[in-house]
Each structure stands twice: as structure tokens, then as C-alpha cells.
């Protein structure tokens, strides 16, 4: 029985001890690496430790969801509802006035008749399906009224959707920006997520987080010259693509398909995102960094390279450079909810990127074939905890947040929170006129989804073609000229032809 003498046992670090005939299946490679991070330190206490993490790691993770908008009369009558069909109101998240349910996996999955009322009230909006964990990096963002909040890879859009719920008791002055790389997911998932919240503070965007624009704003400078500056996202959602591997407990597809190859592709690109966000992030600003994978890879070596690589220059094309520090994840998240976080790695072990090869420590250690451009998956300094040339202590990791399966009977999540100096901007912030810049925005492409290949142009006050359509429909005249003024309706030219087909009504916000 040489396959079952193979496995290690529950909480040894031992690396798995295999016949040669036999390759590492994904699952194994997955626990041996997970091990030698040595996620719980060591002894007795750590070994308990890891035993519990598996065992809960195998368990099927129960089906969460909220409730938006709670102490309304819906919420209520939805609230009875859940409690009639036997789920179980999670009490961690009270204190921040949030109405979260949770029933067990296999119940859920086999009362047909729970199942079809709980998809049709998510589709209505009465309820949204939402992990425990997602629910955390909103939480932390904590937006203020009149606020501008950035989420970055936002689809499918149930954090944006949070945001905006955060947002719904002020005035709509402020506003939820979510913005994705993915056409599909930006005008189909995104849409319908946060046509749900139909809130007037709600923007979708299809943008690269990696390239994310600087956006632009009246800086209200009376003059024939319309004056903008940077506008100002005080709060960055930063939820980046990532191995999911902390999701293995409802995603069962992980077992199977784990590989160390897919972090080592993901660090460069996460590491990346997050660097754009921080130059975005206004002064005082607040970013909050967040995964669902326990792997430090993309984790704790993402925000520490992410700092390294910040501070190594505190200059930029004229645009100075603030420090960015990180905030006491930890703290936060035991201040708005009752979940358990444990503090951040300071050391991790990099892996080679075939399955069951080493781990290094340090990067002395890594042999050549390993290293630069030689290798598809080349393993980096930037990856490794300790540094002889960086200005940053690893130490300071351990203000990030882990949340960990046994803690809470929840999945695995990472987050970690920034905030940029509050100085002032260098000058010269404002960055000029747009008197003869075009207002259209969009693409010429074809095949797509048709709001992709749309151009949108501002409606002039006095425009003959506007007059007339409005005349024929019956347009109220004060209420037209007044959008009109406030430069809220456009033209909407659609697949790249010459005249436009729609008008667009656009919020204030």
C-alpha cells in the first residue's frame, strides 16, 4: 500500500516521501508547500494548528449572503423569510449594521425549493450571495460622504455593490467608480450587479488596472479656459486576480488544478496593479489591498515589494512621490467586525516552479536556470523577505490580515491597507485646459459588446438637432436646459457610424 504510506500525516512538515514512479498529484504539492511556509510558526501549538486548518480546508464552506439596506421594511420581510427556511444570522458582522446569513452547504444544495428563492431574490437584489471574507476590505475602505471610491478589478461587482450600499444614507455627491479589464465581465456581470443597487453614485468603467488613467475634473477656475485637475479617490479598492487558492472549500476545482507556476505569474502582475493604485491614491488617501489565496506569494511578498519598489524614489515626472505607509490591518478589521484575522508573514519560502521542486528562503540560494528571463517562470529578489538593500522591515508585514478557514468557518483571504502621506501635491497638480480636447470617449472596435464600440459627445445648449427631438417628444424645456448646463446629456454614436443614434443621461455624481 505504498500510495497511502505516501501521505504525509496531519500537521507534518516533512516533505511528502513518494515512490519514483509516481509523480506529485496537485493536491499533495499544494499541502507540502503550504507546510514549509510554516503559516503557524512551530511546536505543538502551531502542529494543532495546522491539523485544524486542513480538516476545515476539506470542509464544504457554507453558503453566505446579505442583506442590503437593513431595518428597511423589504429587508425585513426577507429577514422573516430566512428565518422560516432555517438559516442562521452571522453575528460578526452586526456592530457594522449588516444583515449577513449563512446555512450550511449541503442543506442548501438539497432544498431545490431554498435554492430557487434565495437566486430569485438575488437577481431582484433583495439578497446578495457574498462570502464572509469579501466582505471585510468595504468594510475597511469605510467611505466618508462626498467621496470618490475606486474599485479596481471589480467584477463581478458585489464589493462596488457593498460600497455603494455604504454610501446610499448621503446625498449622492459622491461616487463608486468600478472599473475591469474584461468586456464581458465590465458589461454584463458589472452591469447587472450594480443595476441592482440602482444608485445614482454608480460608474463602471472597462480600463487595465495596470495602466488605470489619471482622471480629470473642473477645477472651477472662472475663465474661458476650463481648468481641471487630478480627481481625487480617496478610497482604492484594490482586489487583484490571484490564485484563489483560499477558496479551495467551495471551489473543489483547486485540489486538482493547483500549481506554484500560477503565483509566480500572478506576482509580477498583482505587484504591479497595486503600484498604479498607490500612484493614484491621493494624499491622505486610504488603498486596501486584498486576495482570496493564502499563498505569501501574492500576498505578503506583493506588499512588500510593492514598498520596496515605491520608496526606492520619491520622484516621479514632476509628480512627488509621497511615503505610503501601511496601516494596522489587524486592528481595523477587529474595530468593524468580529472575525478573527491573525498578523501577516515576515518570511516565506519562494518555490521553484516545477511541481515538487525546492523552496528557497533567500535569494542566494536560487540557482541560475532559475533566475531572469531565461526561465518562463523566473523566480526574483523582489519576491523574497529578506533584502541587503531595501530601506523597508519585513517586520512591518505584520500589520497585514490573514483570516485563515478553522478561525471562523469562513475561506482564506489576505488584506493589507495603505495610506499615502497627507502633504501637499507638488505644484502645478492642475494639469491644464481642455478647451479644444474632444470630449469622446471609446473605441472603434467591432464584434464586441456594442457599448464598447459607443462615442459619447456633449449635447450643446442651442443644438438645432437636440431642439427639434426635444420639441417632438415634449421635453420639458427648464428641466432640458438645466442637464444641459450641468453638461449631463450626450450624443451616443454607436459601431463607429457617423451620426449619433441614442441620448445619454448621465448623475451629477
Not at 429577514?79 to 449577513?100: Q, T
Not at 444614507?169 to 443597487?197: F, I, M, P, W, Y
Not at 478573527?340 to 525546492?358: F, H, I, K, M, S
Amino acid at each position: 500500500n505504498s500510495r497511502r504510506s505516501a501521505k504525509t500525516i496531519e500537521g507534518r512538515r516533512r516533505p511528502l516521501s513518494l515512490p519514483e514512479d509516481r509523480p506529485l498529484k496537485a493536491d499533495e504539492d499544494f499541502r507540502s508547500y503550504c507546510d514549509a511556509q510554516e503559516l503557524f510558526g512551530e511546536g505543538l501549538v502551531a502542529t494543532t494548528e495546522r491539523e485544524a486548518f486542513w480538516r476545515s480546508m476539506r470542509l464544504p464552506l457554507p453558503v453566505t449572503l446579505r442583506v442590503p439596506r437593513p431595518g428597511t421594511p423589504t429587508a425585513s420581510r426577507t429577514e422573516a423569510r430566512l428565518v422560516a427556511d432555517g438559516w442562521l444570522r452571522r453575528c460578526e458582522f452586526e456592530d457594522a449594521g449588516m444583515s449577513v446569513w449563512q446555512m450550511e452547504c449541503r442543506q442548501y444544495s438539497e432544498n431545490p425549493q431554498y435554492r430557487a428563492w434565495a437566486e430569485r431574490e438575488n437577481r431582484r437584489g433583495a439578497v446578495c450571495f457574498q462570502e464572509l471574507v469579501s466582505l471585510v476590505p468595504a468594510l475597511l475602505l469605510a467611505p466618508e460622504p462626498g467621496q470618490i471610491c475606486l474599485d479596481l478589478c471589480a467584477a463581478p461587482g458585489n464589493k462596488s455593490a457593498q460600497l455603494l450600499e455604504a454610501m446610499s444614507g448621503t446625498e449622492a455627491s459622491g461616487a463608486v467608480l468600478s472599473a475591469d479589464n474584461d468586456a464581458q465581465r465590465c458589461c454584463l456581470a458589472l452591469h447587472r450587479v450594480l443595476g441592482k443597487a440602482a444608485s445614482p453614485c454608480s460608474c463602471a468603467a472597462l480600463a487595465n488596472a495596470n495602466h488605470f488613467p489619471v482622471l480629470l475634473e473642473d477645477a472651477g477656475v472662472a475663465s474661458r479656459e476650463r481648468e481641471v485637475q487630478r480627481m481625487e479617490c480617496a478610497r482604492i479598492l484594490v482586489d487583484v486576480p490571484c490564485s484563489g487558492d483560499g477558496t479551495a472549500r467551495k471551489n473543489t476545482q483547486i485540489w486538482r488544478s493547483w500549481s506554484r507556476r500560477e503565483s509566480l505569474g500572478l506576482h509580477s502582475v498583482q505587484r504591479n496593479i497595486l503600484l498604479r493604485a498607490l500612484y493614484v491614491l491621493p494624499p491622505g488617501g486610504i488603498l486596501v489591498y486584498s486576495t482570496c489565496s493564502l499563498n505569501p506569494l501574492e500576498n505578503e511578498a506583493v506588499v512588500l515589494g510593492a514598498l520596496r519598489k515605491w520608496h526606492s524614489s520619491l520622484s516621479d515626472s514632476g509628480y512627488e512621490k509621497l511615503p505610503v505607509a501601511l496601516l494596522d490591518s489587524v486592528a481595523a478589521c477587529q474595530s468593524v467586525c468580529r472575525l478573527q484575522p491573525v498578523p501577516g508573514l515576515t518570511a516565506w519560502r519562494v518555490p521553484a516552479p516545477n511541481r515538487g521542486g525546492p523552496t528557497f528562503a533567500v535569494w542566494d540560494d536560487v540557482p541560475e536556470d532559475l533566475r531572469g528571463d531565461g526561465e518562463r517562470y523566473p523566480l526574483r529578489a523582489e519576491m523574497f523577505a529578506s533584502s541587503s538593500c531595501s530601506n523597508i522591515d519585513a517586520g512591518e508585514l505584520r500589520k497585514c490580515a490573514r483570516f485563515y478557514p478553522h478561525h471562523g468557518d469562513t475561506g482564506g483571504f489576505f488584506v493589507a491597507m495603505f495610506q499615502k502621506g497627507a502633504s501637499c501635491v507638488a505644484p502645478g497638480a492642475a494639469l491644464g485646459s481642455y478647451a479644444d480636447q474632444s470630449a469622446k470617449v471609446g473605441s472603434d472596435g467591432r464584434g464586441a459588446h456594442p457599448l464598447l464600440s459607443a462615442r459619447f459627445h456633449p449635447i450643446e445648449l442651442g443644438d438645432a438637432t437636440w431642439t427639434e427631438i426635444a420639441s417632438f417628444f415634449g421635453v420639458d424645456k427648464a428641466w432640458a436646459e438645466d442637464k444641459l448646463r450641468h453638461g449631463l446629456l450626450f450624443w451616443q454614436t454607436m459601431k463607429g457610424k457617423s451620426y449619433p443614434e441614442r441620448v445619454t443621461l448621465v448623475s451629477p455624481g
